[in-house]
């Protein structure tokens, strides 16, 4: 299963609007995204509650995976979200 780490973005992480924006584009991959911190398993990331859950705050390192066919290119778009600071357009 392809996986990839990730540091989050966004100074506060993983909360409510950051969250929503990674839920959505993980909702829009053809494949099923987990992700996850250390030390805790992974989650859907098509989850509000499960990607609140993780606790993920900004500059953590977070793992995300998928599997099957299209799982390089929803990687690369939930990387490429993960990476960005949500709370700069706040």
């Known amino acids: 299963m392809p ?3 990730v540091v989050v ?3 506060i ?3 409510g609007r950051p969250a929503a924006i990674v839920v959505k584009t993980a909702q829009a991959q053809q494949v099923t995204v987990k992700i996850s911190v250390p030390d805790k398993s992974p989650v ?3 989850s509000i509650i499960a990607v609140l859950s993780l606790g993920a705050h900004g500059g953590d390192t977070v793992t995300i995976e998928a599997d099957g066919e299209g799982a390089d290119a929803a990687l690369d778009a939930m990387a490429e979200v993960l990476e960005k ?3 700069a357009d706040a």
Do not use: I
Request: hydrophobic residues 25%.
């Open 3 to 5: 996986a990839r780490e």
């Open 9 to 11: 973005g966004s100074r």
């Open 13 to 15: 992480g993983l909360h």
């Open 44 to 46: 859907d990331a098509r």
């Open 85 to 87: 600071d949500l709370d």
